[in-house]
């Protein structure tokens, strides 16, 4: 017994006949074989499996593929555009925010989510919004860095264009 | 050694960005479980129950009848090829599917080989095992009593004794015992822990039928010395294996054992043909995979009244699990346990262990740990604070009068270890500097006046890493050198290949600064390649903190051996006599005509298309380098705590951490990999514990029962340097990764118990959990 989804993966429209009971992060790795999203716990614990699913962070391992039928899905592969790093990607390289880097896309995943309603956190809010993600390398000391330095970016990239000189025609 | 390297090359001391990066952070690593071959079969594994139990029935015949599962394994069809047992590294061996008896919950008991992920796992549901459960033996004591039921009746000894191990001298230890005015004595319990890294384990195997070779994908720290003992144990020729380890999703010491699973699936392949893959998840990873600590001490510690340390005497039970399949050296049952007396000046010591079975399962892993130097430091630095506070003295002070004064390094210590270098008073003054010492002494006193629990700890630490000299030093009787391969090429670009492996510390980058700083080509130019066994040198991989200190300085050495024919070259070129050549801001140069230079990216050129008739054309080398003697890094931790009186909560307010690894090559990355081992070393302080119910039912089988840090509890690191040049090592430096997991712990629980001390508190076993700082805050009445 085969269901259909039908959804959408870092803008791109991706389906397939599945069975009901695959796990999202099983879909997103094996059927659309985006193996950047990684399996750490089973339990909703570690978010290595973190992805954006319309915007929100979720874990995918405790997720079946069929509840996010007709959503928006973005994975680490999403965050470069244009072959531009996203901010939080140029965070992390910048700050040294990784090692092994098993744990890298799921927390970039939440971290770039929560940084676009906070955009300007402090250090204790940043440390709550990723504690639901594990990382057994970095001590969380450069993660956190990484995220400042994400946000710093994000603000600039917004304030430019209020910044920009007004060289179109005056509004009438 | 210069840190002098210009930002061009990027050599030693340069904050290098790393060169792994860009894949990770784009999704593109290549972890075990990202690997998807044509074909390819899935397994899973069936567990154990129980703790122990006969094995009476396994019938498969449901599982084969769900279509798309092709096989069931089982301990009897291993046994028929002479592979349901295999050895250990301790000269012990360990079942991989039992024929008819397991020794602990959630062993490996048969596996599935499916078409499908879901179907494997489907199938394990439906392999009917029929056990006969037998009482299990749970507490490491009670297993040494002479009625304890047997863990191993397969062993010729009829007892559940391991081995005992001794170092050290007993009888000067005994006679410093007599003299001395003071002796304490305290039991400390360090408990079972589990690495617990992200990734869990796994591997595809894949067996080549026409070519007969087999190919290993797998999560491992220790690739070439896997290959020589899956040869040994199978038979299959050595050159026709080839194990790559990939990115690795964190290792830490637990990817070091062969598990079961890698095994089987091994078998699985051969039998099959197709690629299997196996992938642990997180509960089996729990469970069965090899845990680390499980040291029962009891330590006594004697001295003068003026707080001069005199002697140490340490018996410690040590809970090695079913099997003894410890990760040590060879000759090491139990580690470098006998680094114990730690940072100071003991006229004595007397170190004794006896290993012991249990069903559980192995102990003795790692836990970012090199070889049992976590129990020893956190033994030696609890007892210094346990003198401290009998004498009513400072631990400051106890530590500064009893440190191995700097000038007497190298220092031999009383269990025969000889240090390489330190500088302990230095370390211990700039975290007392940094933290304001005498100040959180005072508001202490303050805050105790107003019934607040603060508390302050010191740890004063030595780490004893980088194995290691051949002459000590083995694994299975392969000597523990390292390598390194480099090869030029004509552009002067580079590709060097290592005999260790990363598993995040950060290789690719910083081998390349070594090889930049010694030859002065840009690090960008540079590839280092490791983990593949069918191109990299041979090397024993990476754990215990030990591939800076000898893989390092094997790259370092092939890079002086290129430096040395790279000269001719030079001498050629500017047709000028070798001798007559010096080499300066990475050029070698004519002495004092500075403007007659020549650089490695021109010598390499010719080294293909302009050589001299006496030298063979080429530009490559390779070093097996064998340490002279271990690296013996060290640091002052300094941690301040603040417990609720309400809750039992420890919250870390503050945490300094001066670490001497001797000569960084990458401050950034030694950074990371400090704050990391503090996080590790506070998980088992606070958080982290493994433990049993009188069945042998394992208590934390996930990560909703077993908690790893995570950034709420985590301090804000601070951390500090100094700089004590390693004398033998090519370059001075030391192993860094492990320091800060040996040395937090007992920073934590010194400041733990300085904070209750004045309750009459004299030692609490870590973890802190806060129902078990609640329980000491209601007997002392201070609870709120």
């Known amino acids: ?172 | 050694m210069s840190t002098t390297g210009t930002s061009t090359i990027g050599g030693m001391g340069h904050r290098v960005k790393r060169k792994e990066d860009p894949r990770f952070l784009r999704g593109k690593g290549n972890y075990v479980d990202d690997i998807k071959l044509p074909g390819m079969l899935y397994m899973d594994i069936v567990r154990s129950p129980y703790a122990h139990a006969n094995i009476t029935k396994i019938d498969a015949s449901k599982a084969l009848a769900i279509p798309g599962v092709l096989a069931v394994v089982t301990g009897k069809d291993l046994d028929a090829a002479g592979l349901a047992w295999m050895p250990t590294l301790m000269s012990d061996k360990q079942m991989v599917l039992p024929v008819d008896r397991v020794v602990y919950q959630a062993q490996e008991v048969a596996a599935v080989i499916a078409t499908e992920r879901y179907i494997a796992a489907d199938a394990i549901a439906q392999v009917e095992v029929e056990y006969d459960p037998l009482p299990p033996v749970i507490d490491p004591f009670k297993a040494m009593e002479a009625d304890a039921p047997l863990v191993r009746p397969d062993r010729e000894q009829k007892t559940n004794h391991i081995w005992h191990w001794e170092a050290g001298d007993a009888a000067k230890t005994d006679e410093a015992f007599k003299q001395a005015d003071v002796v304490v004595k305290q039991d400390l319990y360090i408990p079972r822990i589990h690495v617990a890294s992200i990734e869990t384990c796994g591997c595809v195997a894949s067996f080549d039928r026409v070519a007969g070779k087999l190919t290993v994908y797998m999560t491992t720290q220790a690739p070439h010395a896997i290959r020589t003992v899956f040869s040994l144990v199978t038979g299959i020729p050595e050159h026709k294996i080839r194990i790559i380890s990939p990115d690795i999703g964190g290792g830490f010491g637990g990817k070091v054992p062969v598990y079961p699973g890698y095994v089987v699936a091994c078998v699985a392949s051969l039998q099959t043909g197709h690629p299997v893959k196996w992938i642990e998840d997180r509960s089996e990873n729990l469970q069965a995979d090899s845990f680390a600590r499980d040291y029962h001490i009891s330590a006594e510690l004697a001295a003068n009244n003026d707080g001069t340390m005199k002697a140490l005497r340490v018996k410690t039970l040590a809970d090695h699990g079913a099997f003894d399949a410890a990760a040590n050296p060879s000759k090491f049952p139990a580690g470098l346990f006998s680094v114990i007396t730690g940072s100071y000046g003991l006229e004595a010591a007397h170190v004794a262990v006896d290993g012991v079975y249990t069903n559980k399962p192995s102990g003795g892993v790692a836990y970012r740990c090199s070889f049992r130097v976590t129990e020893a430091v956190h033994t030696i630095e609890r007892m210094v604070d346990t003198l401290a506070q009998q004498l009513k003295m400072d631990p400051a002070d106890v530590r500064m009068k009893n440190f191995i004064p700097p000038e007497a390094f190298p220092y031999k210590s009383a269990t025969g270890w000889e240090y390489d270098s330190g500088n302990y008073p230095a370390a211990l003054r700039k975290a007392m500097e940094k933290i304001d010492y005498a100040g959180l002494r005072k508001e202490q006193a303050e805050k105790r006046a107003k019934g607040e629990l603060m508390g302050i700890g010191i740890s004063t630490f030595t780490e004893i890493v980088g194995a290691g000299p051949s002459h000590t030093f083995d694994i299975l009787g392969i000597k523990m050198f390292d390598s390194c391969e480099i090869r030029v090429h004509p552009t002067g670009s580079v590709i060097a290949r290592i005999g260790v492996q990363s598993q995040g510390q950060g290789h690719e980058t910083t081998f390349a600064q070594i090889v930049a700083e010694e030859l002065g080509l840009p690090v960008e130019n540079i590839t280092v390649e490791h983990g593949d066994t069918d191109t990299a040198p041979y090397g024993l991989g990476t754990y215990a903190s030990r591939s800076t200190p000898t893989a390092g300085a094997a790259t370092a050495v092939a890079a002086r051996k290129i430096r040395d024919k790279a000269r001719k070259i030079a001498a050629h070129l500017l047709e000028a006599n070798p001798d007559d050549l010096e080499w300066q801001d990475y050029k070698f140069q004519v002495k004092g005509t500075p403007g007659r230079s020549v650089g490695m990216k021109e010598i390499a050129f010719a080294a293909y298309t302009n050589f001299p008739s006496d030298v063979e054309a080429g530009l490559e080398a390779v070093d097996y380098y064998d340490p002279p003697n271990m690296t013996f890094p060290f640091g002052a931790y300094i941690c301040v705590v603040d417990i609720d009186r309400g809750t039992g909560q420890v919250k870390i307010r503050r945490f300094v951490a001066v670490d001497d690894c001797g000569n960084i090559i990458n401050p950034m990355i030694v950074d990371g990999q400090i704050h990391g081992g503090l996080t590790m070393g506070m998980a088992p302080a606070l958080l982290e514990a493994i433990t049993y119910d009188e069945n042998g039912n394992m208590q934390q089988g996930t990560f909703m029962e077993y908690l790893l840090p995570t950034a709420m509890e985590t301090p804000a690191w601070e951390t500090d340097k100094t700089v004590t040049p390693s004398p033998h090592h090519p370059f001075g430096a030391k192993g860094v990764g492990e320091s800060a997991t040996v040395g937090a712990p007992p920073a934590i629980a010194n400041a733990v118990v300085d904070a209750l001390s004045h309750l009459g508190v004299t030692h609490v076993d870590i973890p802190f959990t806060p129902w078990k700082i609640y329980a000491i805050l209601e007997e002392h009445g201070v609870a709120e």
Not at chain 1, 5 to 22: F, H, S, W, Y
Not at chain 1, 43 to 59: D, E, F, L, R, Y
Not at chain 1, 64 to 80: S, Y
């Open chain 1, 1 to 172: 017994m085969t269901q259909h989804v039908k959804l959408t993966l870092n803008g791109q429209p991706v389906e397939a006949d599945i069975e009901p009971r695959l796990l999202l992060v099983h879909f997103i790795r094996e059927v659309a074989n985006l193996t950047g999203t990684h399996i750490g716990c089973d339990t909703t614990s570690c978010g290595a499996c973190t992805v954006q699913i319309n915007g929100v962070p979720s874990k995918s391992c405790t997720l079946f593929a069929v509840q996010v039928d007709g959503a928006d899905i973005r994975t680490v592969e999403g965050l470069e555009q244009d072959g531009q790093l996203s901010p939080i990607q140029e965070g992390f390289f910048e700050e040294h925010g990784l090692q092994c880097g098993f744990c890298t896309p799921g927390m970039m995943m939440t971290a770039e989510a929560f940084l676009r309603d906070h955009p300007d956190p402090s250090e204790a809010e940043i440390r709550q919004a990723i504690s639901g993600n594990l990382c057994r390398c970095t001590g969380y000391v450069n993660i956190v860095k990484s995220i400042q330095h994400a946000a710093l970016r994000m603000r600039e990239g917004q304030a430019a264009p209020q910044e920009a000189p007004v060289t179109a025609e005056a509004p009438r």
